[in-house]
T-cell receptor, first 113, second 112 residues
Framework: AQSVTQLDSHVSVSEGTPVLLRCNYS??????LFWYVQHPNKGLQLLLK??????LVKGINGFEAEFKKSETSFHLTKPSAHMSDAAEYFC???????????FGAGTRLFVKA | KAGVTQTPRYLIKTRGQQVTLSCSPI?????VSWYQQTPGQGLQFLFE???????NKGNFPGRFSGRQFSNSRSEMNVSTLELGDSALYLC???????????FGQGTRLTVV
């Protein structure tokens, strides 16, 4: 069975400090993994994706994530938070064979000035 | 290139009524998926359509149905609305070449 767990429901950082949003997954297959961001009253925007190529994936807006198979993790990081990063972030597993994706519960990121 | 378009953006309906939501995918995308987002349940997969055929279905009652037209536009219908159906309904069109989903801004449905 496939599942995804976002380990923190809320993360609060100060502007200019690093961001770490944690995600663990479980999949019987070699999954595709994604991070999406959702700003208030908006749809989801793709930040980055892992599809069995390089394990360190770079995305938009300075975000990156590292796929660690041994730890079944796909944590999202950014070296320096910006106020505009305040949003909800979703880790997503696509087990393949059709678009029956599994979303994590989401992590709300707060950025303090 | 136009993005995924969902209409209407906001809807208010009464319990017992039915509602139809529309989604126009990105040109060239043949797969459309629907999701329900609520504060309590998060994002839940409803169903996926590909070339006018429902290919995957989530765990929702039969009151939730959908269809896809030959131009890949999709509609989602909810009959006999319940208060718990109040949610943001998101549609995504899928690019299988790049394994990437593009989401619309959603339709906010409120059932009173």
């Amino acid at each position: 069975a496939q599942s995804v767990t976002q380990l923190d429901s809320h993360v609060s950082v100060s502007e200019g400090t690093p961001v770490l949003l944690r995600c663990n997954y479980s999949s019987s297959y070699s999954p595709s993994l994604f991070w999406y961001v959702q700003h208030p009253n908006k749809g989801l925007q793709l930040l980055l994706k892992y599809t069995s190529a390089a394990t360190l994936v770079k995305g938009i807006n300075g975000f990156e994530a590292e796929f660690k198979k041994s730890e079944t993790s796909f944590h999202l990081t950014k070296p320096s938070a910006h106020m505009s990063d305040a949003a909800e972030y979703f880790c997503v597993v696509d087990p393949g064979g059709g678009f029956k994706t599994i979303f994590g519960a989401g992590t709300r990121l707060f950025v303090k000035a | 290139k136009a993005g995924v378009t969902q209409t209407p953006r906001y809807l208010i309906k009464t319990r017992g009524q039915q509602v139809t939501l529309s989604c126009s995918p990105i040109s060239g995308h043949r797969s459309v998926s629907w999701y329900q987002q609520t504060p309590g349940q998060g994002l839940q997969f409803l169903f996926e359509y590909f070339s006018e055929t429902q290919r995957n279905k989530g765990n929702f009652p039969g009151r939730f149905s959908g269809r896809q037209f030959s131009n890949s536009r999709s509609e989602m219908n909810v009959s006999t609305l319940e208060l718990g159906d109040s949610a943001l309904y998101l549609c995504a069109s899928y690019d299988y070449r790049n394994t990437e989903a593009f989401f619309g801004q959603g339709t906010r449905l409120t059932v009173v």
